[in-house]
Nanobody, 112 residues
Framework: QVQLVESGGGLVQAGGSLRLACAAS????????MAWYRQAPGKEREYVAA????????TYTDSVKGRFTISRDNAKNTLYLQMNTLKPEDTAIYYC?????WGQGTQVTVSS
């Protein structure tokens, strides 16, 4: 069983940056893609970005393109999300996802 633990959330002013991390432990072998999702208050969970584990090919939802960068460290089994030029509408709980497993989430709050 794989466990996913997110970190790096916090409170930041609009225009600021944060870097989220998701550490995978347990049975982590296998070339599964990993992804970030987010859920804002009163809204459904939505896809943010994903990365193909084998070659690092990223994909992004349109609203974060050019501002967010997803990356991974294979040796550390860790997924990252660099978030720049943050906006109040980026406020949400951010979740890491891999092969049917969700992390517990980390809160990101962007003040205007």
């Amino acid at each position: 069983q794989v466990q996913l633990v997110e970190s790096g959330g916090g409170l930041v002013q609009a225009g600021g940056s944060l870097r989220l991390a998701c550490a995978a432990s347990g049975r982590t072998f296998g070339n599964y893609a990993m992804a970030w999702y987010r859920q804002a208050p009163g809204k459904e969970r939505e896809y943010v970005a994903a990365i193909r584990w084998s070659d690092g090919t990223p994909t992004y939802t349109d609203s974060v393109k050019g501002r967010f960068t997803i990356s991974r460290d294979n040796a550390k089994n860790t997924l990252y999300l660099q978030m720049n030029t943050l906006k109040p509408e980026d406020t949400a709980i951010y979740y890491c996802y891999r092969a049917g497993i969700w992390g517990q989430g980390t809160q990101v709050t962007v003040s205007s």
